[in-house]
């Protein structure tokens, strides 16, 4: 959290020159912890995210059509799974159990 509040002055500078890039450096950052977020997190550290959401899209950073942070997460986590399944030379490729077809 810190981190991505620390970047809101640098997006504030590249939004002003016709840049936006909220979804790539903040969303990305918090996506990328989600399943510690998700699974090990007390209510008071969801509502912190979630807060920071509100206040990005008050500042206009991202655009009120932005999913929750539970979606981005759910999200994030089928599109991981959905490649891996896709994928026969990912390593946790022989993990996983043979389709019937």
Not at 2 to 28: D, I, K, P, W
Not at 56 to 79: H, I, P, V, W, Y
Request: net charge positive; with cysteine.
């Amino acid at each position: 959290m810190a981190s991505c509040a620390q970047e809101l002055y640098a997006l504030r500078a590249l939004r002003t020159h016709g840049f936006c890039v909220y979804r790539s450096a903040v969303v990305a950052k918090l996506i990328y912890a989600s399943s510690a977020w998700v699974g090990f997190t007390v209510a008071s550290d969801r509502q912190k995210i979630l807060a920071f959401i509100r206040r990005s899209k008050r500042a206009g950073f991202c655009g009120s059509d932005l999913d929750d942070f539970e979606t981005l997460c759910t999200t994030a986590d089928n599109q991981l799974f959905a490649r891996t399944l896709n994928n026969p030379q990912h390593v946790l490729q022989p993990l996983l159990p043979q389709l019937l077809f």
